[in-house]
Nanobody
């Protein structure tokens, strides 16, 4: 059973940075990718960044060049480094494994 616990959220001013962490347990080689999603207030959940088993990454149009996803070799931790944050980045951020397992989320609030 995969378990995911996010941390690192908080409040920051526009232009600032945050680093989110996802502590993962039970991730087997059958898990194809780890990813970060977010859900802004009143909106649908959307993908932010994916990192695959082989290390390849994929970013949404809005996060490319500002966010960086990474993982340790054992895939026990997945990070999301977020730079140049904007108010529209305000959302609950979720870690997921193959979009089958989800964490509880960590809140990110960016003020102008």
């Amino acid at each position: 059973q995969v378990q995911l616990v996010e941390s690192g959220g908080g409040s920051v001013q526009a232009g600032g940075s945050l680093r989110l962490s996802c502590a993962a347990s039970g991730v087997t080689p059958s898990v194809n990718y780890m990813a970060w999603f977010r859900q802004p207030p009143g909106k649908e959940r959307e993908g932010v960044a994916h990192i695959y088993r082989n290390g390849n990454t994929f970013y949404s149009f809005d996060s490319v060049n500002r966010f960086t996803i990474s993982q340790d070799n054992a895939r026990n931790t997945v990070w999301l480094q977020m730079n140049s944050l904007k108010p529209e980045d305000t959302a609950m951020y979720y870690c997921t494994a193959d979009q089958k397992y989800w964490g509880q989320g960590t809140q990110v609030t960016v003020s102008s």
